[in-house]
């Protein structure tokens, strides 16, 4: 950081620090820049076209001041192509700034204001671009990213009503001595003295009857790993393949089913490969995990940390289980690593060795684990599975002999399906079972519907609530929170071709309304004209389509 103090005559001037990257704030108390004498206001004030018109640069980004008439004329709006970001001293101490010039330096991290708003750090900011520039780049030292301005933003973010962990802390309670406890955390990573705690095993239920472990972690481990997560990510980010959209910024479910759906509408497709990794989260390797992350991070106290993140151990029942592989779902870090993991083990090994030996189009979209594969040929699709069990045998993993399966799958089999009479196969992506479809004009299109099982649990929860919910809350809150849910659900599951599974969530949430609102007591409240009357001055968010995946050819 370059500083200018200019020698100036002017009681009221303030020293300057000229910031890269940004031109915000003024340093007179005026309001604008117009020390006497002063070169190097002097010098950020010239116009680059030579006519000597001053630029005002006000003190926050939505003010407009006027300057000082420059020959007869007076400058109303501010320029912003300067390079350089002027903030007043008061400005910086005030933002957490050392009294001296060095400190400074070496121990700025956040300015105060941003662009947006919002504050961002410029060290990491600067690590995301060196990341991007250079995707070999190994980063050797980062564990000095992890300051308490850090932290307490990660706490920030942090869900407030979230579940304690085995320490029964809440967010809450953490934050009520937040600056204590944040300085007490980061002089613990500075000394190396921090160890996390076992996380809380907790099962929920899935779909087909059986339950799904999760791990709940301390409130201070979830702050640790959130800090990780903002160092580590901008490093692996540009590496990751476009195929890859699972807890990615940017990315999202609706971006997977997206693409998918022009890859078999548009694309050579006959036959889907849909494969399961049996119990991903839970036999992911730490030996390879650890060997992929060194791939671009070089810093041992950083790869020291994480790896006790993954060897903390989960608590059950009251015992505490030591792990030797796997990331328990839950954590902040947990979908992170997965997708490095998944990125070395599955995406490049697709892209740049499985492509190059087919004959034929072959194409994958990834959320997280959930993963299928498009070929052009049937015997390729085949080939693939069996090289597909080997590769991610090496990697301590094993493909679900139930759930992966090769599916029939695209233009040609839905042709054979008007000439045989036999249906196309089907399969689950996300949530939606997709098919082949007819439009209107008679061609064919890729249909897709809310998965069955999945759309039984959501009934099944939605019937809970109600029953819980009858007598508990007043119907008014009953009713913004029925709207609420409803309206996530049509979020989610309001996507083309979905319009008739929404339509029956919706009636079936009205049924439900009915019902548990004339069980509140013995004596029945509603009859359906009564009902409907309740529905017309108080309506219920009717079903809609979020998401449209339909467009025209792609050109190439």
Known sequence: MNVLSPETNNPEAETFHIVEGRTELTASKRGYISPAGSEAVAWHQKDSSGTRETHCVPYAMEAVCKNKPVNGKELQKAQWESDLFIVPMKAWKHAGGKGQTEKRRSERDTFPVHRDGIGKSTKLSLLNQRAARNKKEKFTSLMHLITEKLLAECYGELRKTSS??????????????LEKNIKDL???????????????????PKGNGKVRPLGIPAVEDKIVQMSIKKIIEPIFEPIFLPVSYGFRPGKGCHAALKSLNEILTWKEVNCVVDMDIAKFFDTVNHKWLMKFLKERIADPNMLNLI?????????????????????????????????????????????KIVKKHINGYAEMVRYADDVVECFESEEEAERFVKSLTKRVEKFGLKLSKEKTKIVKFGRQAWKNRQVTGKKAGTFNFLGFTHYCG?????????????????????????????KRARNMATRAEIWRTLSAKLRG????????????????????????AYKWLNRRSQKRSYNWSRFNRLLEYNPLPQPRICHKFYQLKPSS
Do not use: C
């Not at 980061?186 to 929920?204: F, G, N, T």
């Not at 989960?314 to 779902?329: A, C, F, L, N, S």
């Not at 439009?439 to 099944?460: H, Q």
């Open 307 to 351: 790896g006790r993140f993954l060897r903390t151990g989960v608590m059950e029942d009251g015992k505490v289980i030591r792990i030797e592989k796997g990331t328990p779902q839950g954590g902040v870090l947990s979908p992170l690593l997965a997708n490095i993991y998944l990125h070395y083990v599955l995406d490049i090994w697709f892209s």
């Open 186 to 204: 980061a002089e613990r990573l500075k000394k190396k003295s921090y160890q996390p705690q076992p996380v809380k095993r907790v099962y929920i």
């Open 489 to 512: 659900h049509y979020q989610y599951y309001g996507v083309s071709e979905n319009g008739n599974q929404i339509n029956k969530y919706y009636k079936n949430a009205v049924k439900l």
């Open 164 to 177: 304690p962990g085995i320490d029964g802390k809440t967010v809450k309670e953490y934050g009520k001595e």
């Open 438 to 466: 007819t439009s209107r004009k008679g061609n064919y299109k890729v249909g897709r519907k809310t998965e069955g099982k999945r759309f039984n649990v959501k009934m099944k929860e939605l019937n809970e609530w109600l």
